[in-house]
């Protein structure tokens, strides 16, 4: 048991991705979510018999590798012809922001709820996003430090285009160092050791890394990893990308027609329209594109091409190599779902379902005694510079403040004052204008004399610095920045599982439908 405490968040997004996890966009948006366990459990049964998933599994076998906890959930699955929850992310840099664990731990929540209440054995399968070629936010990760927070980089980038699974890796021992001074000292040091271990190989890969810190945390869990990159997942995925390919127009017809629904509910598309390209990138030596729509029948029949999906073309793919009950994604990704739901119409396969993952902010003791200190809340923290500017003008003399405070005073009279003769002699504009000069040159006054205060203040500012690190880093939510390392080190790994439990009230929302944005 660890004294962190856990805010369960709304997940925000866009209004098209807010819509949508409100369940009141347009039917053919979206896979309708069952709003019972009686509807889950036949939608589990449905999905169950739509197979036979036995093959799946044997092709995949190599690609999720599972061992411990997490192959005995499986295996369960497998043997009693059990369904799977998804959920997952690309790479970042030593495992990347929190969400890429609240994830995790909120589908671990939810598949475990859809078990309880169907009876129906349930595994979550995290979809490790190796075959991503986005170096430039695999390459990061945020840390909290004393007085604020810093970026890690790794600087090793490789041409543009590149999967994850075969970027190398490179030598991480600097930023290996930042991770662990950022740690403090920590009471539990597996998760830093398990780190060391992924990134410790410059010979290896960032996507292998990444697989490897993601097995060796979360299969003790009960949730295995799926190597995305991995030749299983591309013999299992091939026959669907190839009929991607060979409906290439008519895939992208429904996404013109699609986005222009989207336009005309007066909101944005998550993904926008390029004409001329399919949705399958080939892999052409260690540089994966976009195949193009002329190209498409050529690759489609080239057996030897190696094919993965873009975004779009994901959720398909996963619900046609797994028996897939729903994918919990972030509100970027749900927002995908208003459009893939067209793709699979035009490739004349089910509509994916997509939910919106649990949210979460963490504050730990050190970070609790902070807010206390100043009594403010997480959220005060959300807005720019505020609590910096209430610190330093609680830090004011009285006799200053006071001072200023007659000031405003005396400014705000003028007008009233002087209206009675002003305005006889026409001059009821100039004296507003003066009054607003006055206002003016006191509001530089007081910034100026905050500023002083601020620099006369460093220790009360470093400390709201500490809680700017720790909860809104960068002036990004918690959750969407920080490394969760330092924190699972400082409280140990049992943190995770505290996070499945808070995540469990999500997860009966999603279960009775009664989850709403």
Known sequence: MTDVRIITEPLGGSPLSRLLQSGRAPSQWTAAAPGSASGWKDRALEIRASRDWGVCWNTLSSAIAATGAAAERLDRVRREGGVVVTTG?????????????????GALAF???LERSTGIATAVIYWAATDDADFAEAAYTVLAVPGGAEKVRSANAPEAGTP????????????????????????????????ERAYGNAKSTVGTAYVQLMRELLEPLGIPVLDASHAAVRSASDDTLRAALRASADVETALKTRAREIREAYLDPQVVDVDGLSLVFAREGSIKRRITGAEAEQFANDAKAWLTPNVL???????AILPTVAYLGGPGELAYFAQSSAVAEALGVPRPLGLPRWSCTMVEPHVEKLLCAFDVTPDAL???????GDVARSA?????????ARLRSAIAEVPGALAPEADALGLGAAVQGAMQSLQHRLDRLERRVTAGIKRRETA?????????GALYPFGIRQERAL?????????GGVLLREMCTAAGAHADQLIDGSSSS
């Open 89 to 105: 992310q690309q790479p970042g840099l030593f495992g990347g922001p929190i969400y890429t664990w609240s994830k995790a731990m």
């Open 111 to 113: 598949a475990d709820a």
């Open 164 to 195: 994850m699974s075969l970027a190398p890796l490179g030598d991480m021992s600097a930023q290996l160092e930042r991770l662990r001074s950022s740690a403090g000292s920590a009471a539990d040091a597996s998760a830093l050791r398990a780190v």
């Open 313 to 319: 073309l994901r959720p398909i793919v996963e619900q």
């Open 382 to 388: 959300s807005r720019p510079h505020e609590l910096e």
């Open 396 to 404: 004011m003399s009285e006799g200053t403040a006071a001072t200023i």
């Open 460 to 468: 009360l500012l470093n400390d709201v610095g500490t809680l700017r």
């Open 483 to 491: 490394n969760i390392i330092p924190m699972l080190s400082r409280n």
